[in-house]
């Protein structure tokens, strides 16, 4: 765990979204899951989102993938960053870093993306809107950590990466294999690699307003009856004619109250947004029929979450949600799901309900056979 050293709590408590802080060798002897060589070549595939940046005197320059070798053979020694989003769901060793931060809910964990740098290569000084731990593999990596930022600070875009126009330095670190640094929302960092070097960048999701916003209102009103409206029962005689009053006002309010305050409903929008497949179209059946021993496991793109209920739990598996009977295996195979472990069908198969979504996950290729049986 990569806490363990500084203890959950105080983690919590001290630096989680307040204020970075350096894990000196928190996955002490870590070895690198997959080689710069490999990287490489999955920055090659189409389905891969990749991304080429070349650091430049005082600017920098942005090549997007899918690449060929070829571009990898003539490149220069120096000055220059491989990055390669959701590696994880490519490559199962990479995933299993994701076990490293258990204290945090699998739903809030987004990807895994690798950066290979050479000397002097990065990506410039920028901030994030979500927590990240940049977890240090092959070589060494300087890091700087700066000011707090927000979305009116002056970026330049001009490479198009989003880069900070300013930058002040209040912490500099120099990680070695096995490090790792903590860096919270909205904290200006900036990373250039001392030799060639690997980074594992742990982010998280976090919806912004608009999306939350945006995406519960509009599964909202997909359901509301068309004689849901305005009404101003207790209506006076104007004073001002056309006026806006602050009692019509109050009657806006009171029907947009009414139609928001359905936790249940938001319960559902936020479950289903929170596990929606980063890459869905790797979901595919695979005909699996499986017999009561057979040992499942989440696919590596799927995403699982769930509520429990009085007298059920919820559970949202890939943009989907089902009410199913509350049973102590159902619950342990759950939390045994998200933490990416694999579970026998009989426990998934213990009813009616719960063998109908167990079928239902297999066959849209959420879950499929664990490679260890």
């Avoid at 050293?5 to 979204?17: A, M, T």
Wanted: glycine letters at 6%; hydrophobic letters at 40%.
């Amino acid at each position: 765990m990569i806490v363990e050293q500084l203890g959950v709590d105080r983690f919590l408590r001290d630096y989680w979204q307040k204020r970075p802080v350096l894990l000196r060798q928190a996955l002490p002897g870590f070895v690198d899951p997959i080689s710069p060589e490999e990287l490489a070549g999955l920055a090659c595939e189409c389905e891969v989102e990749s991304r080429l940046v070349f650091t430049k005197p005082r600017s920098w320059q942005l090549k997007t993938g899918p690449f060929r070798v070829n571009d990898f053979t003539s490149l220069p020694k120096r000055n220059w960053t491989l990055l390669v989003q959701a590696v994880d769901q490519w490559v199962p060793a990479v995933r299993e870093l994701m076990r490293s931060v258990p204290f945090l809910p699998s739903w809030r964990i987004d990807d895994i993306m690798i950066s290979y740098a050479t000397p002097n290569g990065g990506v410039g000084p920028h901030f994030d809107y979500y927590d990240v731990f940049l977890v240090q593999g092959l070589g060494k990596r300087l890091w700087k950590t700066g000011q707090r930022c927000t979305a009116q600070d002056a970026l330049r875009t001009d490479s198009g990466l989003k880069l900070l126009q300013r930058f002040d330095t209040a912490h500099e670190y120099e990680l070695a294999p096995g490090d790792v640094l903590y860096v919270p929302p909205g904290v200006a960092h900036w990373g250039v690699s001392v030799d060639d070097s690997m980074c594992y960048s742990i982010g998280f999701r976090a919806p912004s307003a608009s999306e939350t916003v945006l995406g519960h209102a509009d599964e909202l009103a997909t359901g509301l009856p068309a004689d849901l409206r305005y009404l101003d029962p207790k209506r006076r005689l104007p004073l001002r004619s056309g006026e806006i009053t602050a009692a019509d006002l109050a009657q806006a309010k009171q029907l947009l109250h009414r139609v928001l305050h359905d936790d249940a409903a938001l319960a559902r929008w936020f479950g289903r947004h929170m596990t929606e497949p980063r890459h869905p179209e790797q979901l595919q059946p695979a005909g699996l029929r499986p017999t009561a021993r057979t040992r499942l496991r989440l696919h590596p793109a799927s995403r699982l979450a769930w509520r429990n209920l009085p007298r059920h739990l919820q559970v949202f598996v890939d943009g989907e949600t089902d009410l199913l009977p509350t049973s102590l295996a159902l619950l342990a195979s759950l939390q045994a799901l998200s933490r990416g472990e694999a579970v026998t069908a009989k426990t998934l198969t213990g009813n009616a309900a719960t063998k109908s979504w167990c079928t239902s996950l297999l066959r849209r290729g959420s879950l499929i056979a664990d490679s260890h049986d």
